[in-house]
C-alpha cells in the first residue's frame, strides 16, 4: 500500500471521527453518526472527483471507503462519551484529516490533469469541503466563520506537494512535507490564533447634490 493510498484512507476515516463526533454533541441516533461521518468523510472527494470529471466516483469504485466511515461512526457512538473535551477532539482530528486530505487531493489533480494550479484546487477542495457540509448540516461553528487559519493551511499544504512534485522531489518527500505545513500552520492557528487581517469596512465617499462623490 503506498503513502498516498495509506493519507487516502487516513483521510476519511479521520474526518469521519469528526462528522461522528459533531453527531454525538448534538445526540443523534446511530442513522444520525453513520450520515454525518459518511458525509465527511468522503464529502470532499466526491466533490473532487466530481469536478474532475472522474465517474463514478472514489468510493463507488472503491466501497471499502464507506465501510471505514461505518465502522468509524459505530466506534464512536459507544465511545463519544468517554470524551471530556469533544469539540477540540474535533478540531484537532478535523487538522488531522486536512493535512492528510490537502496532499491527497493535490495528488489526484495531477494525476487527471498534470496542471499545477489544478492540483492546489482540488487539494483544498478536497481538505476542507466535507468540514464545511458537517458544520452546516451539525449546527456547529463553521470552519469558514472561526477567525484561525483553515482554508489557508490546506492551501499551504497542497501548494508545498505540488511544488516539490515539479521540483523533482520524491514522492514520500512531498508527501510529508506537504502534510506537515498544513497540519503546522492549522494547528498553530488553533494554539496561537494565528488568522488573516479581515476586511474592514469604510465609510462611502460623501454624495453631492448632483448625485456624483468627492
Avoid at 496542471?115 to 477542495?125: F, K, L, W
Avoid at 449546527?139 to 489557508?152: A, D, H, K, N
Avoid at 490546506?154 to 516539490?164: D, E, K, S
Wanted: net charge positive.
Amino acid at each position: 500500500m503506498s503513502l498516498l493510498t495509506i493519507l487516502d484512507y487516513a483521510g476519511v476515516a479521520v474526518f469521519a471521527a469528526t462528522g461522528a463526533l459533531a453527531a454525538s454533541r448534538k445526540q443523534l441516533d446511530p442513522i444520525g453518526f453513520l450520515f454525518l461521518a459518511a458525509l465527511t468523510g468522503i464529502g470532499g472527494g466526491t466533490v473532487r472527483d466530481l469536478v474532475l470529471g472522474r465517474a463514478p466516483v472514489f468510493w463507488v469504485v472503491n466501497p471499502a471507503y464507506v465501510l471505514v466511515c461505518g465502522g468509524v461512526a459505530i466506534i464512536v457512538f459507544f465511545t463519544a462519551h468517554l470524551i471530556e473535551y469533544r469539540y477540540r477532539l474535533l478540531l484537532w482530528l478535523d487538522t488531522v484529516g486536512l493535512a492528510a486530505y490537502c496532499v491527497m487531493g493535490a495528488a489526484k489533480g495531477l494525476a487527471a490533469t498534470g496542471s499545477a494550479s489544478v492540483a492546489i484546487v482540488t487539494g483544498v477542495m478536497t481538505a476542507t469541503f466535507g468540514g464545511i457540509l458537517r458544520d452546516v448540516l451539525s449546527g456547529e461553528p463553521s470552519v469558514l466563520l472561526r477567525p484561525e487559519i483553515y482554508v489557508t493551511a490546506a492551501l499551504l499544504g497542497a501548494g508545498v506537494f505540488t511544488g516539490m512534485h515539479f521540483a523533482g522531489t520524491p514522492l514520500w518527500a512531498a508527501t510529508t512535507a506537504g502534510a506537515l505545513a498544513a497540519f503546522l500552520l492549522r494547528g498553530g492557528a488553533l494554539i496561537r490564533g494565528w488568522s488573516i487581517p479581515c476586511y474592514k469596512p469604510r465609510p462611502g465617499r460623501p454624495v453631492k447634490d448632483d448625485g456624483s462623490t468627492q
